[in-house]
């Protein structure tokens, strides 16, 4: 069966876009002063702009029947966002928490890479190399037994590449977080900062990391061109 591909304009939406739009403007469009169903008006907002990248993780699971690691930790992510700010509206707790959390997550991953590489399922393989982006039937009937062993070396470093691009994305993160976030969960002005700080930190963080995804993803193509023979639409499942 032929797998679905996400479509990258509804990912944004639903990840971006919409959360964005719903912290920023959520308390002027309900009101401060109203309440639903008991509920302050910014724990509120919090939890109905997060409930579009919910919504759009479970559906997408739903259709590719799976998920994988870094798309699970990205709805974990989501969800200790609520958390933190409903925690943050009862028991008042810092905003040092939220900072930690948009730090812990790419460094997670940097480290799960890294740990994977000589597992049988390095998670590169997840993100990079898989039959969604390469044609991996047509490369490994190319590739001889030396192949392999030089092409495993070229996976290697661009797998370290790749790791870098997450602990540099922990780092960006951290201060990124630090100098936007300026107030406490449960604070009015929390959300409308954890809305800058989603679209600031996508585009800031972006370009540096994947400059570095990207050059290892060009190490590899690079590398199969030469070992294989073959051309890029060759190498890539288009």
């Not at 876009?17 to 509120?44: A, H, Q, Y």
């Not at 597992?119 to 039937?137: E, G």
């Not at 951290?174 to 585009?203: C, H, K, R």
Request: proline share 3%.
């Amino acid at each position: 069966m032929k797998k679905q591909k996400e479509n990258p304009f509804i990912s944004i939406l639903f990840n971006l876009v919409l959360p964005v739009i719903f912290l920023k403007n959520g308390n002027k469009w309900i009101g401060i002063e109203n309440k639903l169903f008991g509920i302050e008006t910014s724990m509120l907002v919090l939890i109905i702009a997060l409930s579009f990248p919910t919504i759009y993780f479970i559906n997408d699971f739903r259709l590719k029947s799976h998920a994988n690691f870094v798309s699970i930790l990205g709805f974990v992510n989501v969800l200790l966002t609520g958390l933190i700010g409903i925690m943050g509206e009862q028991y008042g707790i810092s905003r040092i928490w939220f900072i930690l959390k948009e730090s812990i997550i790419p460094l997670i991953i940097g480290l799960v890479i890294l740990i994977s590489m000589n597992s049988k399922r390095p998670l590169v393989k997840t993100l990079i190399f898989n039959s969604t982006i390469f044609n991996i039937s047509k490369i490994e009937n190319k590739l001889t037994q030396d192949d392999k062993i030089i092409f495993d070396s070229i996976f290697r470093s661009s797998t370290f590449y790749i790791g870098g691009s997450f602990f540099m994305s922990s780092i960006i993160q951290f201060f990124l977080a630090s100098y936007i976030v300026t107030v406490d969960p449960g604070n009015i002005e929390f959300n409308n900062q954890v809305g800058t700080m989603t679209w600031v930190s996508y585009f800031v963080v972006m370009v540096p990391c994947l400059s570095m995804f990207g050059y290892a993803l060009w190490k590899i193509i690079n590398g199969l061109k030469l070992l294989t023979g073959m051309n890029t639409d060759e190498i890539l499942n288009n």
